[in-house]
Structures are given as structure tokens and as C-alpha cells.
């Protein structure tokens, strides 16, 4: 059997400005901050933590360079695939899901997701077992901001 979930979240919020070596610093921190509130979520409800495992985070990552190179929220990808065609391609799942966000920090997006009834069910998932989470930052009309892709999987 075959789910797929998919979500998005819009966060409106400026973010600092990044030079390129800081920037990579800022992301790895910021997708790390992600996984981390995502499982204290799972975990204050008695659900397991997620593993966060490479596959995943290299699609996470393309797909978040993609949406802050082009200042938007969309699941499907660069060459117009849908989300889990292109999560498939990095590894063999039962289920995929995904959401995405822009926002100023971990904390944030994650309060975000877990504020919407959709966004929580996803991040929620007791059936998921891995994620990969990307993060670039990028412009949102004048201000600059993080865009984050947060996959997820059952193997």
C-alpha cells in the first residue's frame, strides 16, 4: 500500500542575510534545530523519535534550494515531478510525506506546522520512521528568510 502526505506551510518572517560559508553553518544548525522539535513533538506524545537519515536530508535539501532560489512553496519539483517521485528517487519507502515552510527559526516553523491540524498529523505520523530535513535561505520579497523541506518516510 502507498501513502502519500503532503503539506505546506506558508510562515512570513524576515531572516538574516547570509554570506556563503555562515550560511552553510546557519542551514546545517537550522535543519538540525527542525528534527530535534519535531521528535520533542513525537516524543511528548508518546510516539518514536524520527531517524534522520542522508537520503532523505539530500532530497530535502534540493528541494529547499529550489524553493528559496525561487521564492515559493510548492511540492512539485524542479522538472515538475510530484514530492514523492523525487523522494523516491534517493530511497525505497512504503509511505513518504512531506511539508514545507519559510520562517526565522526551528522553533517557529515547527509551531507552525504543529498548529495546523494537517501539518501536525503529518509531522505526527506514527507509521514514519525517517526524515531528512533542508534548509536555504532565501529571499521573500524584500527580507530574507529560511526555507525549510522537512521528508519523511516509512522504509
Request: proline share 6%.
Amino acid at each position: 500500500m502507498r501513502r502519500v502526505l503532503c503539506l505546506f506551510c506558508t510562515v512570513f518572517a524576515a531572516g538574516p542575510a547570509f554570506s556563503s560559508p555562515v550560511a552553510e553553518a546557519a542551514e546545517a544548525s537550522f535543519e538540525q534545530g527542525v528534527v530535534m522539535r519535531i521528535n520533542q513533538a513525537r516524543k511528548a506524545r508518546g510516539l518514536r523519535a524520527l531517524r534522520p537519515v542522508r537520503p532523505l536530508r539530500l532530497a530535502a535539501v534540493r528541494h529547499a534550494r529550489f524553493l528559496a532560489r525561487h521564492g515559493v512553496l510548492q511540492h512539485a519539483s524542479a522538472d515538475g515531478s510530484s514530492f514523492d517521485r523525487r523522494i523516491r528517487r534517493h530511497l525505497t519507502a512504503l509511505a513518504v510525506g512531506e511539508t514545507v515552510a519559510r520562517g526565522p527559526s526551528p522553533r517557529w516553523v515547527v509551531r507552525a506546522w504543529l498548529g495546523s491540524a494537517h501539518h501536525r498529523a503529518l509531522l505526527l505520523e506514527p507509521s514514519f520512521r525517517i526524515v531528512g530535513v533542508g534548509v536555504r535561505a532565501g529571499g521573500f520579497g524584500p527580507a530574507r528568510t529560511m526555507y525549510v523541506t522537512a521528508d519523511f518516510a516509512r522504509p
